[in-house]
């Protein structure tokens, strides 16, 4: 049986070697040659694969057949930054949990998909379906491993995305886009300022519609998501405080739901914008879509989820209806550039990503092993019908 090939000790142990490892994005290479040697030393052909010059991404795969699977995650993690009160790199383990940076975003969701790999490649003698595992760098940036790895071709049917959800299976979520409006005026002493431009003044009314705008937004609704959302996440302009501020920047965060996209959602600022003059009127204000993330939505009856839901509650998951997720992931690529239908299902919860004292419960890495290799077995075996 395969779940007696997943060791809860194994996984335990590579969550370790890998949070004890650091990868914060941009610098993954130490990383993925740890994750590739644990793969090779199991008997898998794991590549090095370049999605940007010195970032790899680790690839295997198994088998040749139809359908075809892909175990989805990513090893880069955010900067430590202040609060803590352990090791972040310490992979300390106290009270049924396990700590550091990276533990539950998404270390551990890639150690269970690492293990799951090496089960299934073990289980299936002649698989009669494809098995690919595809472990990126930047999904904390903008999703370069991911889509380095669409680029190349990902020839897969389906597809597993290993992040944080409390083992309850995620079938849509929000996407994420960065929209930045540049401000110009003109510069003048402060003590003549009609001889200049205010930047800063044009700025201020930029802020106050995104605020109004968010209002708006907050009015759309879907049946499994939160409202879209946007807002001002940084503000900078201005040569000094005894001058008209010749200039404006900002960076505005805009949550999109299933049928919109980076394109929609810069069409609307620049509505928002253009609505009415901004004053001064001689600022000149631009705005440009430089960050995507997509959302994604995957029918409530698509045989993936039913799938997956089987697979989880045989490993012993609690049952649950698949549920929409707040935050952005690769699986909004996966699903719009590759166009496969996508499931997000992983170890330990989101609420933990990006803080001090980041952790996952051990109990859950069983769990969330032994699903993937499950789901891995019936596709490599014919039998997720």
């Not at 389906?158 to 930045?180: F, H, I, Q, S």
């Not at 549920?323 to 952005?328: D, M, P, Q, S, W």
């Not at 004292?357 to 032994?370: F, I, K, Q, T, Y």
């Amino acid at each position: 049986m395969i779940p007696d090939l997943i060791e809860p000790e194994e996984v335990t142990d590579l969550l370790r070697l890998l949070v004890r490892t650091p990868s914060v994005t941009g610098e993954e290479r130490a990383v993925a040659e740890v994750v590739a040697a644990w793969l090779r030393e199991r008997g898998v052909e794991a590549r090095l694969v370049e999605a940007e010059p010195g970032r790899p991404n680790v690839i295997a795969a198994f088998g040749s057949g139809r359908p075809g699977l892909v175990l989805n995650g990513h090893y880069d993690v955010v900067p430590v930054g202040a609060g803590w009160t352990r090791d972040p790199w310490g992979g300390e383990i106290e009270d049924g949990r396990l700590y550091g940076r990276g533990a539950a975003d998404m270390k551990a969701g890639v150690a269970c998909a690492m293990v799951a790999f090496v089960a299934a490649t073990r289980a299936v003698r002649e698989p009669l379906g494809r098995l690919l595992l595809t472990l990126v760098i930047d999904e904390e940036d903008a999703g370069r491993g991911t889509r380095a790895v669409i680029r190349d071709g990902l020839d897969c049917d389906w597809a597993v995305v290993c992040e944080p959800t409390d083992l309850v299976a995620v079938r849509a979520a929000r996407g994420n886009c960065y929209l930045d409006v540049t401000v110009s005026g003109v510069s003048a002493h402060a003590g003549n300022p009609d001889l200049g431009v205010n930047a800063i003044h044009a700025g201020a009314e930029v802020v106050r519609r995104v605020v109004e705008f968010d209002r708006e937004l907050q009015r759309r609704t879907h049946p499994l998501l939160m409202p879209p959302r946007t807002g001002v996440g940084t503000i900078e302009g201005g040569l000094l405080v005894s001058a008209v501020a010749p200039d404006c920047t900002m960076r505005i965060d805009r949550r999109t739901l299933p049928g919109e996209d980076g394109a929609s959602a810069l069409a609307d600022l620049q509505r928002v914008l253009a609505a009415a003059p901004i004053e001064p009127a001689a600022a000149q204000v631009a705005v440009a879509l430089t960050m995507e993330m997509p959302p994604f939505e995957t029918p409530a009856d698509h045989p993936l989820l039913a799938a997956l839901r089987a697979c989880a509650e045989e490993a012993g998951a609690r049952p649950a209806e698949p549920i929409g997720a707040t935050y952005a992931t690769d699986a909004g690529f996966i699903a719009r550039d590759a166009g496969l239908p996508v499931v997000v299902f992983g170890p330990g919860s989101v609420t933990e990503a990006h803080r001090p004292d980041e952790s996952v419960p051990l109990a859950d890495l069983p769990v969330a092993a032994r699903t993937y290799a499950l789901l891995a077995e019936r596709i490599l075996t014919g039998r997720w019908r």
